[in-house]
């Protein structure tokens, strides 16, 4: 029996939160553990029955009658149970803030092109081009999926299109050779500079550095192997592993010397390193491979804080990043620029594209080019210089 936060019972399957939210949640005939949270005591126990009603009956109950708000959690619950947690957070981030609040309460069968529309309004004055995106790929994966499944006959997105400008790949900070430079110079004298040096080393993204285990690194054969993630969760105040982005993001990395050599000597520090007792849980999360449970210990992750003694959370590196750049008088990046950095150096250095997308651990060669792979103003001037050093026309 679950209980509230003042120690009420609340009954089979249900409890409060520290964030004050109930959890609702039930094992249904095929052995799978379904679990939901709610604002309202009510509203968890409605979930539950009409839930444990269908498994045992069968059905879902889902037809073109049901709400927009009923369609949304079936598929969010059972048809992209798949996807990565920041995937389906992003999409329920949406449909909370967003969607819900114009058609959450309208019938499936009652949505149309104009409603779908207004959300898009709506969001117009307050949001960026790249969030507004996403509620229009929500939307658009949402209903998809209710026209796959016979939900409904028509796509209401039919039609449909957002005109605020998205930020251009062509956008996104990458540093040049000589920010690259002065910042390495700098950041030598943080203690996060092991973090920042691997990631321009590998190309690893923030979470993929943050849950890195020894049992993932081989310093015998000199290769790192990408199978988890991890990240702090703000709003409800844990750590929680997941695995890697895509089933493409799994993959072995051969080390660079540079990445070796630290890993080496982090290797060294772990004999004094600070560790919290926090350390001692076991965090599980399921495998996207092979649908099977998987753990992190936390004891064996191979950057912990050397004040806390705990791992630096997502946030901590992008604002330690700030101070860092102010040091060393460069503009100011985030954590992903430094990604962003390391394809483009790899293609600067000659690095087959089909190559770093193994790398990168991306699921498309388009995203590698499009997103990560940057010309700079320094690669220009080289290409420039080697075309006139092979050139032979006469003058």
Request: hydrophobic share 35%; glycine share 6%.
């Amino acid at each position: 029996m679950g209980k509230d936060l003042k120690g009420r019972e609340l009954g089979k399957g249900l409890s409060q939160r520290k964030d004050k939210k109930y959890s609702a949640r039930y094992v249904t005939k095929s052995g799978k553990r379904i679990e939901k949270y709610f604002n309202t005591l009510p509203e968890a126990r409605n979930w539950l029955a009409d839930s444990r009603y269908e498994d045992f009956h069968g059905t879902t109950g889902i037809t073109s009658t049901v709400s927009v708000d009923t369609w949304f959690w079936y598929w969010h619950d059972n048809l992209i149970a798949d996807l990565s947690p920041n995937t389906r957070r992003n999409y329920r981030e949406r449909y909370e803030k967003n969607i819900q609040p114009t058609i959450g309460k309208l019938m499936m069968s009652d949505v149309k092109p104009m409603h779908c529309k207004m959300i898009l309004n709506n969001m117009m004055d307050d949001y960026a081009g790249s969030t507004i995106r996403q509620a229009f790929i929500a939307m658009g994966t949402m209903f998809r999926a209710a026209v796959q499944n016979d939900v409904i006959s028509k796509h209401p997105m039919d039609g449909v299109k957002y005109t605020k400008p998205v930020k251009a790949a062509s956008d996104h900070r990458v540093l040049s050779v000589e920010e690259q430079n002065k910042f390495i110079a700098i950041a030598k004298k943080s203690h996060n500079y092991y973090q920042y040096a691997l990631i321009l080393e590998t190309g690893l993204r923030t979470g993929e550095i943050i849950g890195l285990t020894w049992d993932a690194v081989d310093l015998d054969n000199k290769t790192l192997t990408v199978n988890k993630m991890l990240e702090f969760r703000h709003k409800e105040k844990f750590w929680r592993a997941g695995p890697p982005k895509s089933k493409k993001s799994y993959r072995t990395i051969p080390l660079t010397d540079g990445a070796y050599n630290i890993l080496l000597k982090l290797r060294e520090m772990r004999k004094t390193q600070k560790m919290s007792k926090d350390l001692e849980q076991v965090l599980t999360y399921t495998d996207r491979r092979t649908g099977q449970t998987a753990s992190l210990v936390m004891r064996d992750l191979v950057f912990i804080n050397f004040r806390t003694g705990m791992p630096s959370k997502n946030s901590s590196y992008d604002t330690h990043l700030y101070k860092l750049c102010e040091a060393a008088n460069i503009p100011p990046f985030s954590m992903h620029t430094l990604r962003h950095t390391y394809a483009t150096r790899a293609i600067e250095r000659g690095v087959p594209p089909k190559v770093l997308q193994r790398l990168l651990g991306h699921s498309s060669i388009k995203t590698t080019m499009d997103t990560y792979v940057h010309v700079t103003d320094d690669s220009l001037l080289k290409a420039v210089q080697q075309f006139e050093a092979n050139n032979d026309t006469p003058v």
